[in-house]
T-cell receptor, first 116, second 111 residues
Framework: DADVTQTPRNRITKTGKRIMLECSQT?????MYWYRQDPGLGLRLIYY???????NKGEISDGYSVSRQAQAKFSLSLESAIPNQTALYFC???????????????FGAGTRLSVL | RKEVEQDPGPFNVPEGATVAFNCTYS??????FFWYRQDCRKEPKLLMS???SGNEDGRFTAQLNRASQYISLLIRDSKLSDSATYLC????????????FGTGTKLQVIP
């Protein structure tokens, strides 16, 4: 089983719809992240969370919201989807300094979202 | 100026060739540096961290030049399986905060 699991893997939706992308992890990491990836623009940070009660905006948070329901779960919502939110979305985790010496980000397999 | 910049490529090289990529970063306070590999339509995976003294892992060598604010990745004896996009990543404060990624350099190894 994957350490970082994203659901759904693919989603097609219509403009104006509300959708939620979910992420769960079994690595026990405190830090979780949501990125989107677009051709030519690379990975851009949407939101990140260092703890259940800690939520931080990334560089492109407009139009998105997140919820950290538990240490292992971090969901991303598009309240009213628009076509320029069509992208590949990745969830990632990162270990806390006390959880090991390697500060590696582990990514989920991605969610391919198309907004028509 | 972007925080992290890479040449998007593609770099088309024959099998067995040596190829090098550079990545520049703008924040001189950056402390942690990484190279990730991303296969088409897959998630990025850590290839190697980059240490101040440089480090090597098999055919891969990573270097850090703090004075000029860039990191490099050298791949020797390229294999077809090395074909992928290579992302550099930079973070502040020892890497336990947010990580900023470059847009990636695409490598195509040709038979």
């Amino acid at each position: 089983d994957a350490d970082v699991t994203q659901t759904p893997r693919n989603r097609i939706t219509k403009t104006g719809k509300r959708i939620m992308l979910e992420c769960s992890q079994t690595k026990g990491h405190d830090r979780m992240y949501w990125y989107r990836q677009d051709p030519g623009l690379g990975l851009r940070l949407i939101y990140y969370s260092f703890d259940v009660k800690d939520i931080n905006k990334g560089e492109i948070s407009d139009g998105y919201s997140v919820s950290r329901q538990a240490q292992a779960k971090f969901s991303l919502s598009l309240e009213s989807a628009i076509p320029n939110q069509t992208a590949l979305y990745f969830c990632a985790t990162l270990n806390h300094p006390g959880q090991g010496t390697k500060n590696i980000q582990y990514f989920g397999a991605g969610t391919r979202l198309s907004v028509l | 100026r972007k925080e992290v910049e890479q040449d998007p490529g593609p770099f088309n090289v024959p099998e067995g060739a040596t190829v090098a990529f550079n990545c520049t970063y703008s924040n001189s306070a950056s402390q942690s540096f990484f190279w990730y590999r991303q296969d088409c339509r897959k998630e990025p995976k850590l290839l190697m961290s980059v240490y101040s003294s440089g480090n090597e892992d098999g055919r891969f060598t990573a270097q850090l030049n703090r004075a000029s604010q860039y990191i490099s990745l050298l791949i020797r004896d390229s294999k077809l399986s090395d074909s992928a996009t290579y992302l550099c990543a930079v973070s502040l404060l020892g890497g336990y905060q947010k990580v900023t990624f470059g847009t990636g350099t695409k490598l195509q190894v040709i038979p």
